[in-house]
């Protein structure tokens, strides 16, 4: 009778099991409806971000950014195409991760979250994690808890990859404006502080059984979050090769930032590239809150011009968070369309 119990209990567990494993993106859906509840806040900061960008340009000179923004025309196809190269590193980072399972994901699947995750990261207020949240979401119709697992993975590397770039940024401003600069003492700060976050994560997904606590708080995630702790076990706990390729992309984006500078009529090179992209990381940092960092990075451009040689012009500085902000709502609404017409079909 005992034996027949212990039958009887474990086809039931096992059917509740299959009933919850056919609803793998149950995962996106109960995260998702958390990010709807923060959303109003965010949605109010976004609204204080854009009335602070309206301030900043008033304040720099309707025409004089005007101007800016119309002489970088014949670079925008290059500006262009370095967000997508670096943008793309980050679905090939993700790839690494999931070795041969890759595989089991469709092509179309890959492309069509990489767009989602874009998409929201930019126009939505749920900012990057949320963008992480619907390509997991995605990929788990595929790969189940694979992907709760290795997006959680990939936050921690973009973490470290930010470190890595911030390093030199930071040693580039402190030799030209002295280490005791603010723009040099937020991107050490900055370094530090993705540095332990990043490495916080990594142990505490490889270690704690994320998964199995999941389980426990949603019951939808009971299959899913179990099998997120399978696939974390046996992996390294630093994904070196997940941090090199976001690291190749931020590299990109260093070039992009430079190319941008001297479009609006800044210097060109290595060292003012670096200055630039230091001071967009910063600006991100500080506006981590605020939907895609809107008046935040603006305001960074404005408060650290002086480090780009255009203190004197502040609609030049302004100009550069602007430009590079034009390209991400043009890619974002366009990657959104395309998604949605992939979904459709």
């Given at each position: 009778?005992?034996?027949e119990?212990n039958?009887?209990?474990?086809?039931?567990e096992r059917?509740?099991a299959?009933?919850d494993?056919?609803?793998?993106?149950?995962a996106?859906?109960?995260?998702k409806?958390?990010?709807?509840?923060?959303s109003?806040g965010?949605?109010?900061?976004?609204?204080?971000?854009?009335?602070?960008?309206?301030?900043?340009?008033?304040?720099?000179?309707?025409?004089?950014?005007?101007?800016?923004?119309?002489?970088?025309a014949?670079?925008l196809?290059l500006v262009?195409?370095?967000?997508?190269?670096?943008?793309?590193?980050?679905t090939v980072a993700?790839?690494s991760?999931?070795g041969?399972?890759?595989h089991e994901?469709?092509?179309?699947?890959?492309?069509?979250?990489?767009?989602?995750?874009y998409?929201?990261?930019?126009?939505l207020?749920?900012?990057?994690?949320?963008?992480e949240?619907?390509?997991?979401?995605?990929?788990?119709?595929?790969?189940?808890?694979?992907?709760?697992?290795?997006?959680t993975?990939?936050?921690?590397?973009?973490l470290?990859a930010?470190?890595?770039?911030?390093?030199p940024?930071?040693?580039?401003v402190a030799?030209s404006?002295g280490?005791?600069?603010?723009?040099?003492?937020?991107?050490?700060?900055?370094?530090?502080?993705?540095?332990?976050?990043?490495?916080?994560?990594?142990l505490?997904a490889?270690h704690s059984?994320?998964?199995?606590?999941l389980s426990?708080?949603f019951?939808?995630?009971?299959v899913?979050?179990?099998?997120?702790?399978?696939v974390?076990?046996?992996?390294?706990?630093i994904p070196a090769?997940?941090i090199?390729?976001?690291?190749?992309?931020?590299?990109?984006?260093?070039?992009?930032?430079?190319v941008?500078?001297?479009?609006?009529?800044?210097?060109f090179?290595?060292e003012?590239?670096?200055?630039?992209q230091?001071?967009?990381?910063?600006?991100a940092?500080?506006g981590?809150?605020?939907p895609?960092?809107?008046?935040?990075t603006?305001?960074?451009?404005?408060?650290?011009?002086?480090?780009?040689?255009?203190?004197?012009?502040?609609a030049?500085?302004?100009s550069?968070?602007?430009?590079?902000?034009?390209?991400?709502f043009?890619l974002a609404?366009t990657?959104l369309?395309?998604?949605q017409?992939?979904?459709?079909?």
């Amino acid at each position: 009778m005992q034996s027949e119990s212990n039958l009887a209990e474990g086809a039931d567990e096992r059917s509740e099991a299959a009933a919850d494993a056919e609803k793998p993106s149950d995962a996106g859906s109960v995260v998702k409806r958390r990010f709807r509840k923060s959303s109003i806040g965010r949605w109010a900061l976004f609204v204080i971000g854009i009335f602070a960008v309206g301030l900043l340009v008033r304040e720099a000179g309707w025409d004089q950014v005007r101007s800016a923004i119309t002489r970088t025309a014949p670079f925008l196809p290059l500006v262009f195409a370095l967000e997508i190269a670096w943008v793309s590193l980050d679905t090939v980072a993700l790839r690494s991760m999931y070795g041969e399972a890759r595989h089991e994901v469709r092509r179309r699947t890959w492309l069509q979250s990489a767009l989602l995750a874009y998409s929201i990261m930019i126009l939505l207020p749920a900012g990057r994690a949320g963008g992480e949240v619907a390509r997991a979401s995605i990929l788990s119709r595929s790969s189940g808890g694979r992907a709760i697992a290795h997006s959680t993975r990939l936050q921690a590397s973009v973490l470290l990859a930010n470190t890595g770039i911030s390093l030199p940024c930071w040693l580039t401003v402190a030799l030209s404006s002295g280490w005791g600069h603010p723009l040099a003492l937020l991107l050490l700060g900055n370094a530090v502080a993705t540095a332990a976050a990043g490495t916080a994560i990594l142990l505490v997904a490889k270690h704690s059984k994320v998964g199995e606590k999941l389980s426990r708080w949603f019951k939808s995630l009971r299959v899913i979050g179990r099998e997120a702790d399978r696939v974390l076990g046996p992996q390294p706990t630093i994904p070196a090769r997940a941090i090199a390729w976001i690291g190749l992309g931020r590299v990109i984006q260093t070039v992009q930032y430079g190319v941008i500078l001297f479009a609006v009529g800044g210097a060109f090179g290595l060292e003012a590239s670096l200055v630039t992209q230091g001071i967009h990381l910063v600006g991100a940092g500080l506006g981590d809150f605020v939907p895609n960092a809107v008046g935040i990075t603006e305001g960074a451009y404005r408060l650290f011009a002086d480090a780009l040689g255009l203190g004197d012009d502040p609609a030049r500085a302004i100009s550069i968070a602007l430009v590079a902000r034009l390209c991400q709502f043009s890619l974002a609404g366009t990657a959104l369309v395309v998604s949605q017409i992939m979904a459709r079909r």
